[in-house]
């Protein structure tokens, strides 16, 4: 295989037309950094002239070269620059001159598509544009740039939306409006259709509205954990969607309830303290993993006694806490319920 081969793969160039000289790679100082400087030739015959269209005869002359200097990611550490001479052509049948292109640099731009992917793919850690740009020898508002323009590939559809949507919020960073962020993706695939700034009510409604109304109609059902301006949302903006509270909150809610209730039962009967502190998981024990037939030992009560036992026994201690425990279990309920009316 020739060294042109070698040297492509080296920069990952899938442009064969692209060919290198015998001294292709020499070290110079650009900008006060000493890089390395891969010297390499673009030239091929094009089908047509690229201003009139003008197919390729012999009214298109060569019209000597355009030396670019195109910023290559890193080799070995040192900053990569490719010193690309693109063939230019002259048409006689409009009198004008046009460059060749190829697919290592866009148009009119400096910097590589590899580059651009390389500070891309670096924008995912948790880093600063301050430090991607110094990392890759460009600048912060290339950096900035770059990043914004790689957002609208993944710009969502405004015409459609999953049938299931699942919302959520996370802490993202500092910089943004509000105090948390809102993530929402397609419940069935659990892919993200996007991500907005700020989760307040407002700013939420005001993003959805973007949306068509035949998108937002053909939502059938949202998760949301149990966050009031959601179900406000929800109502507003998606009138067909069912609302369903996910269980790891339902299951939060009466966990933090019982919990409470029984820090109120301890508190008052000092004599049973020890017991309500010791077995606070037991209480909270999913049923079907509760033992109801091994009698063993417990020191609290100094007798050989079963789990289901210690349960009725700590739960009957007050019978006001119990009742309680039952209306707020039927008011959430109820609540839930309603919700999806």
Not at 107 to 126: P, Q, V, W
Not at 154 to 171: I, Q, S, V
Request: aromatic share 14%; net charge positive; charged share 25%.
């Amino acid at each position: 295989m020739s060294h042109n081969y070698f040297i492509r793969n080296l920069l990952n160039i899938k442009d064969k037309n692209i060919i290198f000289e015998e001294n292709f790679c020499v070290e110079e100082k650009i900008n006060g950094v000493k890089s390395k400087v891969f010297h390499g030739i673009l030239t091929y015959q094009p089908k047509a002239c690229y201003v009139c269209g003008h197919v390729f005869d012999h009214q298109i002359i060569k019209h000597g070269f355009k030396t670019s200097i195109i910023k290559m990611p890193s080799v070995s550490g040192f900053n990569a620059y490719l010193k690309l001479k693109k063939q230019r052509y002259y048409c006689k049948h409009c009198e004008s001159t046009f460059t060749l292109t190829t697919d290592v640099v866009a148009k009119n731009c400096f910097i590589s598509n590899n580059t651009k992917a390389a500070i891309a793919l670096h924008a995912r850690e948790k880093i600063s544009e301050k430090d991607i740009a110094q990392t890759h020898n460009v600048s912060h508002s290339t950096v900035n740039r770059i990043i914004n323009s790689f957002y609208n590939y993944f710009k969502p559809n405004f015409y459609y939306l999953p049938k299931h949507l699942c919302f959520d919020e996370f802490k993202s960073v500092k910089s943004a409006a509000g105090a948390m962020s809102f993530i929402f993706c397609d419940s069935k695939t659990g892919k993200i259709v996007d991500i907005v700034e700020d989760r307040r009510l407002h700013v939420l409604r005001e993003y959805f509205l973007q949306y068509s109304k035949k998108a937002r109609d053909s939502v059938k059902t949202v998760v949301i954990d149990i966050y009031s301006p959601y179900i406000s949302l929800i109502k507003d903006v998606f009138p067909n969607a069912r609302i369903i509270i996910d269980k790891f909150h339902i299951h939060q809610l009466f966990s933090r309830a019982l919990n409470k209730t029984r820090i109120k039962v301890m508190n008052r009967h000092k004599k049973n303290y020890n017991q309500l502190k010791k077995y606070w998981r037991l209480i909270l024990k999913d049923e079907s993993k509760v033992d109801y037939i091994h009698f063993r030992y417990h020191r609290s009560f100094k007798k050989q006694i079963r789990e289901k036992d210690i349960i009725h026994y700590l739960i009957d201690l007050d019978l006001y806490c119990k009742i309680k425990v039952q209306s707020f279990a039927k008011k959430k309920c109820r609540e839930l319920h309603f919700i999806n009316k």
